[in-house]
């Protein structure tokens, strides 16, 4: 017997061990099942559970359990992620806190380090994905420095360099201070900010800056080639009193210039802005570099160098103002200053010699095109499908403003660029400088046979590596089993936010190096605000720890909540009381469940009993007939990745038509132990994905039932019709009887007399009287094919089912008419509201038939009310 309340505390890690030990998160590659595979986003390895992830696990475990349930040889493949700057910090602020640098200790030590922290921290991880019920394959774990994940890596790297499409060269990159690497486009942050604008005499011109400390090198001064204030000036140069005496400044006409903007004329630094480096790249400038990568002003800055960026603008603007060249100050200036998205220091756009992707060279084995092309393409081709669809408009355009992408990084964690570099001696010749690309170690030189080699110092950016994901956890460059059998993988679920880090990457990486795409679907799951809305931060305070809310409420409340309501691509509001609502499901299919299983140990239930369409009330018709509609409903939207539909359908049919109407309807001696058996143990196996440590042990309770749930077949609805017809009918007319009560104040514990007007549902009303009497408290009820109404009686409709309640000695027959008439008048206005649609030529040509169908019913159903409550106002 289930205990009288549900602990979840008490189930969940036990039933979790048993899950994980049967083997039944385990796939076969060498199965016939069709293949259906989702490859976890890999957490941090040295992360915490956060919300994100939470909501992530909860709904990839629902489609894997799903899949898993209807015959696929589901595969999700769990991992972790090496997460390079971010570990790296962490890991450079515990040394700080013992007083040493990661310099001091060398790069072996500190990469010890490192890997010792990683490993200590890794297993945390690991246990909050189990909180979260993810039944995935943890025999086919894998971390993205794995080293076979190495392998497939530097495969990668040296395929795309022999394609020429990996170069090393001095580009303009975004530079982060306090990390000393570069970040990705996509990895810098923008945030609003407030600080001055310069306005400052240039020669004949006036331009303007929020970092005059860029300036000392700027000789080039674009105008607009329509801008008529300065043709005089285009294509040539002219001596200007400038920081440190007087230069030479040449015009040059580009229509990247604003005539609008300020004088319309603006100075050129190509060594520290991506616009001015396309500019000189295009005039071939020069650039020069004016601040360094720790951000320190270089000699060119004059009795400024060695200064911090930041000091020499507060000194330099002092200096220009002495020297007259300082026209006026914007203290006011509103801008988005970028900063590094791990740290939020500010970036510094700055010249590096750095690896690149070359985004834009066709190639031979992409058919002519080029990797942003083709990422284009199977997305445009609906090779991929986005859901929702909307964000499709918003890859385009990431992609079609996608630059060259920097891949190298100047930490020390990650997956090293595998390129060395001769150091040979006087027998090295000129081919010696030239990069050695490699999939393995180099034993000597190729060209002077020298073996002093040194590898490059950087590492791949960790997007690089992860941009592999769905094919290097398969064992990727080999034809394994596991590659032929589950990829491309099925879908990809995560936050839209990363939409651009990671997304693109993997369709980029996957289309070029296998030939295939990495996911046939790719399905975004929003932002979790706060209760008003907000976003979730430390700073508000407003946070939720999906651990600790396991800990309060369950696992199974906690995967409901962020279900239910939760539509792809849109943000959604979680906090602790909509969680304990869940909590309230979660123990109102355990007590049913108990007062079921209880009926069948009173009978002496021992095995599931035999389903006998043949002796069915029409409670049983009516219940059956629910639950096959809900479990064509449900698979059709898990399916189709409806997730939040097939949660809200399932709490629907288990609160309202299984709890609220059929075990109230099959009371004493009108229970059928078949059906109810059978409906229990199929409601068991359509909530199991969605909350599978309850169903799971409710499951081991009910008598007959072998094995473990989460092995169970999917239910399927029997090719049968069942009569729902007269049990709707009662429940509607139950409905407005409990609702008159409430409207007229009428004690709930007060029985009634009732009269209905039955019409042609006469006979269904007949059938079930009993249910009637005792469901709706009537003390005595009357059913009549038509006559006189009642004087002074309260009515409404059901159905097409007068209801009438004489009030007399029950309630104040002026404030009822009073309530009435205001009930009508709402009544008027809504039917207004219909009928207007209704008119609407718009709507009824371009609505789906089935949408105006109902509002012509709802339409209808309003009128019939209305009257007769008219009539009602009349007989009081």
Not at 72 to 83: I, K, M, S
Not at 391 to 400: P, S
Not at 454 to 464: A, G, H, I, S
Request: proline share 4%; hydrophobic share 40%; net charge negative.
């Amino acid at each position: 017997m289930l205990d009288k309340a549900y602990d979840a505390k008490k189930y969940e890690d036990a039933i979790y061990m048993k899950w994980e030990d049967s083997g039944a998160f385990k796939a076969d590659a060498n199965s016939k099942k069709p293949p259906f595979t989702i490859s976890m986003p890999p957490p941090n390895a040295t992360g915490q559970l956060h919300l994100g992830h939470a909501i992530m696990l909860a709904l990839e475990d629902i489609l894997i359990r799903h899949r898993r349930m209807k015959g696929y040889e589901a595969l999700w493949l769990p991992g972790t992620d090496h997460a390079a700057i971010a570990t790296q910090n962490k890991v450079e602020k515990v040394l700080a806190e013992e007083g040493i640098t990661r310099e001091q200790l060398g790069r072996e030590s500190f990469l010890g380090r490192v890997r010792e922290y990683v490993a200590n921290s890794q297993d945390i991880i690991r246990n909050q994905v189990r909180k979260m019920g993810s039944s995935c394959d943890w025999s086919r774990e894998r971390y993205t420095l794995d080293d076979d994940l190495n392998t497939a890596v530097n495969e990668v790297f040296v395929r795309m360099f022999e394609d020429g499409l990996i170069y090393r060269g001095h580009r303009i990159v975004n530079w982060c201070t306090r990390c000393s690497s570069t970040l990705a486009d996509d990895e810098v942050e923008y945030v609003e900010a407030q600080s001055s604008f310069y306005y400052i005499k240039y020669g004949p011109v006036t331009i303007g800056t929020a970092r005059p400390e860029t300036k000392f090198a700027d000789k080039v001064v674009i105008v607009h080639p329509d801008d008529e204030r300065y043709k005089d000036y285009v294509g040539k140069e002219i001596e200007i009193d400038w920081i440190d005496g007087k230069i030479k400044a040449k015009f040059i006409a580009d229509k990247e210039a604003d005539m609008e903007m300020g004088s319309g004329a603006m100075t050129i630094t190509p060594a520290h802005s991506f616009v001015d480096f396309d500019l000189a790249q295009k005039y071939k400038l020069e650039v020069m570099p004016i601040i360094d990568t720790d951000g320190k002003m270089l000699p060119v800055a004059g009795e400024f160098a060695g200064m911090d960026a930041l000091e020499c603008r507060g000194k330099l603007v002092k200096k220009m103002d002495k020297l007259g060249l300082l026209e006026s100050i914007d203290e006011n200036y509103s801008h988005n200053l970028s900063v590094c998205y791990r740290c939020n220091t500010a970036v510094q756009p700055l010249v590096s010699n750095q690896w690149f992707i070359d985004v834009n060279k066709k190639i031979k084995s992409l058919g002519g095109k080029s990797i942003k092309q083709k990422s284009v393409e199977v997305v445009k081709k609906k090779e991929i499908e986005i859901i929702p669809n909307r964000f499709d408009k918003t890859y385009f355009h990431w992609m079609d403003n996608l630059r060259d992408w920097c891949i190298s990084r100047q930490i020390w964690w990650g997956h090293r660029v595998p390129v060395w570099y001769c150091v040979g001696d006087e027998k090295c010749k000129p081919s010696c400088k030239n990069p050695i690309v490699s999939r393995e170690t180099p034993k000597e030189c190729p060209h002077c046979k020298s073996k002093n080699l040194k590898q490059d110092e950087d590492t791949l950016d960790t997007w690089f590596s992860s941009g592999l994901w769905t094919f290097s956890t398969l064992g990727w460059p080999e034809k394994t089993a596991d590659f032929k059998k589950f990829h491309p993988t099925s879908v990809l679920e995560t936050g839209y936010d990363i939409l651009f880090f990671w997304v693109a990457r993997m369709i980029i990486m996957t289309t070029y190096a296998t030939g295939e795409i990495p996911f046939e679907k790719v399905y975004l799951h929003g932002l979790i605000r706060d209760k008003e809305g907000r976003k979730m931060s430390k700073s508000l305070g407003n946070g939720i720890d999906p651990i600790e809310m396991i800990e309060k409420f369950g696992t199974d409340a906690l995967r409901m909540s962020m279900v239910i309501g939760n539509t792809p691509g849109n943000d959604m509001r979680l906090y602790e009381e909509k969680i304990m609502a869940y909590r309230n499901f979660t123990n109102k299919l355990w007590n049913a469940s108990r007062f079921v299983i209880g009926i069948f140990e009173e009978k002496g239930i021992k095995k599931a009993p035999e389903l006998d369409l043949g002796s069915l009330s029409d409670a049983d018709e009516w219940i059956l007939s629910k639950t096959y509609s809900t479990i064509s409903a449900v698979d059709d939207a898990l399916m189709n990745y409806r997730i939040s539909e097939a949660g809200q359908l399932l709490y629907d049919f288990l609160w309202n038509d299984f709890c609220d109407w059929y075990l109230e309807l099959s009371k004493g001696d009108k229970q059928n132990i078949a059906v109810l058996y059978h409906v229990l143990s199929t409601t068991l196996k359509l909530l199991h994905p969605i909350i599978p440590f309850v169903t799971e042990q409710i499951w081991t309770e009910l008598p007959g039932s072998s094995g473990m749930l989460i092995t169970e077949p999917y239910p399927e609805p029997l090719d049968r019709d069942f009569d729902a017809d007269s049990i709707d009918l009662v429940t509607e007319v139950i409905s407005a009887i409990r609702r008159m009560r409430a409207e007229n104040k009428i004690q709930a514990a007060d029985k009634i007399p009732v009269v209905l007007y039955g019409h042609k549902e006469m006979h269904a009303l007949e059938k079930n009287m009993a249910e009637l009497v005792r469901l709706a408290r009537i003390s005595e009820l009357t059913l009549k094919d038509d006559g006189p109404k009642l004087p002074g009686a309260a009515t409404d409709v059901a159905a097409g089912v007068d209801i009438l309640i004489p009030l007399a000695g029950l309630v104040d027959t002026e404030k009822e008419k009073i309530r009435l008439k205001k009930e009508i008048d709402n009544l008027a206005k809504y039917i207004a509201t219909l009928s207007g649609k209704l008119s609407n030529k718009n709507f009824v040509q371009n609505a789906p038939k089935a949408v105006v169908e109902g509002e012509q019913k709802k339409l209808a159903d309003a009128e019939v009310r209305m009257n007769k409550m008219k009539e009602q106002v009349d007989n009081l």
